[in-house]
């Protein structure tokens, strides 16, 4: 089981609010789509899946899709701090807190943080102890928590001259919170797909950060 999650800093791009914003929307939209694809074989057994090349094919999309979703979290994380000197560490407190206000179950004895070490943001987030959560239902909570992200950083920030807006630290705090909400959706998911067809979570960031560096986003 996935207890924690090393994504690198794209040092060799120049991310910005607006930048990585618009592409966690695109790479969300491209995760439901593999998750559509793949909807319509999740009922089969998983040996039925794994052994089929191309509903695996399918199912490799789903996750490295995933993946994606996850990175340009870390991204907008990585330039928070930077150009707002936000510092991320101290919101993993009040995310718990909220999952258990909301009535969500996980392990408590276990530690959830998120810090940086060698350019990598690491992050440790609960498996929510969700009998009936699915793909699709999990896909659609990402992009409920991008929709609302994208409002922090809109509507609520003024950007169409909204003459009611909230002020700068309100919107950033906004927006930590809705981006670890964000990668508490890819966590579930990261869980769903270990617990039912075997991915291999650390074959698979491998393979993701090696993806980043043949593309030269990162060192």
């Known amino acids: 089981m996935i207890t924690m999650l090393s994504l690198p800093k794209l040092n060799r791009l120049s991310p910005n609010m607006q930048s990585t914003l618009l592409k966690i929307i695109e790479e969300a939209g491209e995760l439901a ?13 998983k040996k ?14 789903v996750s490295s899709e995933l993946l994606d ?7 907008m994380i990585f330039v928070l701090e930077e150009e707002c000197n936000v510092k991320t560490e101290r919101y993993i407190d009040n995310h718990l807190k909220k999952l258990s206000n909301k009535g969500y179950n996980f392990n ?11 350019n990598f943001k690491y992050l440790a987030l609960p498996k929510l102890l969700l009998p009936k959560v699915t793909l699709l239902t999990t896909v659609c909570k990402i992009q409920e928590e991008v929709g609302e992200l994208t409002q922090y950083l809109g509507k609520k920030a003024g950007a169409s001259g909204e003459s009611e807006k909230l002020d700068f630290s309100t919107i950033l705090d906004g927006s930590v919170q809705e981006l670890l909400d964000v990668a508490q959706c890819c966590f579930t998911m990261l869980y769903i797909l270990a617990d039912r067809y075997d ?21």
């Open 33 to 45: 789509r593999a998750v559509l694809t793949f909807l319509p074989y999740e009922h089969l057994g």
């Open 48 to 61: 039925e899946i794994l052994t089929e090349p191309l509903i695996k094919g399918y199912l490799d999309a």
């Open 69 to 75: 979703v996850a990175q340009t979290c870390v991204t």
């Open 108 to 118: 408590k004895t276990l530690n959830y943080n998120i810090y940086t070490e060698n």
């Open 199 to 219: 991915v291999d979570t650390i074959e698979l960031v491998e393979d993701h950060v090696n993806k980043l560096k043949r593309k030269g986003y990162c060192v």
